[in-house]
């Protein structure tokens, strides 16, 4: 797997646990605003040494094949960080699949900054990794995300009831799927 990637605006690198303290700025800077979605966000996670373990797991599972986690910044100021694309549950052989996940900056939300980053990872992902499918599942409430998924090319397949619990309830998402070959977007202007 490629370790950075390059779009027209921005720069996907997966990071060491070295950059674990601009991870955890991210995460505090939009801590109210991704908790809507996140899973898992609290205020252990964000403890500069939960973020090193965290990171150090997500880099041993990238060199296994099995993830990558790009956090995303803009070319001319790489050490802040405003983005994130994952893919993880990265399967090979007759499958060729992965589950995307995806978080901005409240600060650069509704910019297409996400739909920037996406649409280069997920080109990696088809191009580089060879895969075949790539999946979203999305809180039914998401509607920026479902929009996103939407310009992307993604086709909605159905509900996952009461798939992920969120700030202690069980969220409802709708299962999205993008095929090789799908993809839209930006092709044109990159």
Same mark, same amino acid.
């Given at each position: 797997?490629?370790? &950075?990637?390059? @779009?027209?605006?921005?720069?996907?690198?997966?990071?060491? &646990?070295?950059?674990?303290?601009? +991870? %955890?700025? *991210?995460?505090?800077?939009?801590?109210?605003?991704?908790?809507?979605?996140?899973?898992?966000?609290?205020?252990?996670?964000?403890?500069?040494?939960?973020?090193?373990? /965290?990171?150090?797991?997500?880099? =041993?599972?990238?060199?296994?094949?099995?993830? +990558?986690?790009?956090?995303?910044? *803009?070319?001319?100021?790489?050490?802040?960080?405003?983005? #994130? +694309?994952? *893919?993880?549950?990265?399967?090979?052989?007759?499958?060729? @699949? %992965?589950?995307? #996940?995806?978080?901005?900056?409240?600060?650069? @939300?509704?910019?297409?900054?996400?739909?920037?980053?996406?649409? %280069?990872?997920?080109?990696?992902? /088809?191009?580089?990794?060879?895969?075949?499918?790539?999946?979203?599942?999305?809180?039914?409430?998401?509607?920026?995300? +479902?929009?996103?998924?939407?310009?992307?090319?993604?086709?909605? &397949?159905?509900?996952?009831? &009461? /798939?992920?619990?969120?700030?202690?309830?069980?969220?409802? %998402?709708?299962?999205?799927?993008?095929?090789? #070959?799908?993809? =839209?977007?930006? @092709?044109?202007?990159?």
């Amino acid at each position: 797997m490629r370790f &950075e990637l390059e @779009s027209r605006g921005l720069i996907l690198r997966a990071l060491s &646990e070295d950059y674990a303290p601009n +991870v %955890c700025d *991210f995460y505090k800077r939009n801590y109210d605003y991704l908790s809507k979605w996140e899973p898992n966000l609290n205020d252990k996670f964000l403890s500069l040494e939960a973020m090193e373990m /965290f990171m150090k797991a997500d880099m =041993k599972n990238m060199l296994l094949g099995n993830s +990558v986690r790009y956090w995303f910044s *803009f070319k001319n100021s790489p050490e802040r960080i405003i983005g #994130g +694309v994952n *893919f993880q549950d990265i399967k090979r052989g007759a499958f060729k @699949s %992965c589950q995307i #996940g995806y978080k901005i900056d409240e600060n650069f @939300s509704g910019l297409g900054l996400t739909k920037e980053a996406a649409h %280069c990872a997920i080109s990696s992902m /088809f191009t580089d990794e060879k895969l075949h499918r790539v999946e979203a599942l999305i809180a039914v409430d998401n509607l920026p995300s +479902v929009r996103l998924v939407e310009k992307l090319g993604f086709t909605k &397949e159905g509900v996952s009831r &009461e /798939f992920a619990l969120i700030n202690g309830d069980w969220k409802d %998402c709708f299962q999205y799927s993008l095929l090789e #070959g799908e993809l =839209k977007g930006l @092709s044109q202007q990159m």
